[in-house]
């Protein structure tokens, strides 16, 4: 594949490609995008509410309330009701949820052992400094409140 002098939109199409097809490579259980995100979010920053899973993650309510629905099928959340409001739910990850995302995070090690083969230690701080960067900004972009 040749990668030189390719356009910022193209260079961004290629690396998401190759992300989702390494992402669909170490989900064994074929966990949809959706309920994966909602499992990332889970992972990384705890018990959520479904509501602030809407609002983090960009998704309907009614789409959260579904693939909450799949993820409780297969043991990988649980919902306990508010200790302070009865009408709330918090959802939490199971030990199964943790154990798949766990098995995800050893997949997630070996793209970055791969990453880190084909770039300098200078490359990869600047590498990583600039996918935060662009990350920041399209979660702003995609969070914007619509006046």
Not at 10 to 15: C, G, Q
Not at 17 to 26: D, F, G, S
Not at 66 to 90: A, C, M, P, S, W
Not at 119 to 143: D, G, H, M
Request: contains cysteine.
């Amino acid at each position: 594949m040749e990668t030189n002098n390719i356009s910022l939109e193209k260079a961004l199409t290629l690396l998401q490609c190759e992300l989702v097809a390494a992402r669909n490579k170490i989900n064994p259980k074929k966990v949809t995008w959706n309920q994966y995100d909602i499992l990332e979010t889970l992972y990384l920053f705890g018990d959520k509410f479904p509501a602030m899973l809407s609002t983090e993650l960009g998704q309907s309510r009614s789409t959260i309330s579904k693939n909450l629905k799949i993820l409780k099928d297969y043991y990988y959340i649980q919902q306990q009701k508010n200790e302070k409001d009865g009408r709330e739910v918090i959802t939490q990850l199971t030990h199964s949820g943790n154990e798949f995302m766990e098995e995800i995070k050893s997949g997630h090690e070996k793209i970055a052992e791969i990453a880190a083969s084909v770039l300098t230690p200078e490359e990869q701080i600047t590498f990583s400094e600039l996918c935060s960067k662009v990350s920041k900004a399209l979660y702003e972009n995609r969070n914007k409140v619509k006046e």
